[in-house]
T-cell receptor, first 113, second 114 residues
């Protein structure tokens, strides 16, 4: 596609519920990143994929967070047993490679109530 | 490890006045530098980037930033702002090499006053 597509755009979850956030990167982009942006803050790195390989997951805040990109294209970020502190905008970005800079999606705003 | 500092959380400026948004970075290796803009309820858009070569880089809408290695800075400037420039601006850094894990600053909200 022409840009990075994320769905859903908004998600309200009850505390304890599991959620799945989808990212459809730009076709052909090898690199895919997930970021978490809390209200009033800059984006914080969560995890990085190169094709289907998850090369860095050092930013995932707990073992309740899990990401996958099984075919090297679409990626899903899953949060189990959501907590209120998980409320944030989750941004996905893709990149063709070195030095290109990211293209971000519009994000998924998750609100845990 | 790398980090980005944006000292100003908010910058109010009158329309048609000049503006400078400050950014300082810290890194033990060579870097690429970026400015992203975020309009309300939208994702981040790349405004401009420094990879190599000329230290002065420009965007299509009149913004420019200068990489200053000795001062580890990458300040963003515009000589005359418009109402439409009202947004949040994020400075970001990544290492020159590796897979480009990008570190963002906390952002500066630019408010253009009519």
């Amino acid at each position: 596609g022409a840009g990075v597509s994320q769905s859903p755009r908004y998600k309200v979850a009850k505390r304890g519920q599991d959620v799945a956030l989808r990212c459809d990167p730009i076709s052909g982009h090898v690199s895919l990143f997930w970021y978490q942006q809390a209200l009033g803050q800059g984006p914080e790195f969560l995890t990085y994929f190169q094709n289907e390989a998850q090369l860095d997951k050092s930013g995932l805040p707990s073992d309740r967070f899990f990401a996958e990109r099984p075919e090297g294209s679409v990626s899903t970020l899953k949060i189990q047993r959501t907590q209120q502190e998980d409320s944030a905008v989750y941004l996905c970005a893709s990149s063709p490679g070195q030095g290109g800079g990211y293209t971000f999606g519009s994000g998924t705003r998750l609100t845990v109530v | 490890a790398q980090s980005v500092t944006q000292l100003d959380s908010q910058v109010p400026v009158f329309e048609e006045a000049p503006v400078e948004l400050r950014c300082n970075y810290s890194s033990s290796v060579s870097v690429y530098l970026f400015w992203y803009v975020q309009y309300p309820n939208q994702g981040l858009q790349l405004l401009l980037k420094y990879l190599s070569g000329s230290t002065l880089v420009k965007s299509i809408n009149g913004f420019e930033a200068e990489f200053n290695k000795s001062q580890t800075s990458f300040h963003l400037r515009k000589p005359s702002v418009h109402i439409s420039d009202t947004a949040e601006y994020f400075c970001a850094v990544t290492s020159n090499g590796g897979y480009q894990k990008v570190t963002f600053g906390t952002g500066t909200k630019l408010q253009v006053i009519p």
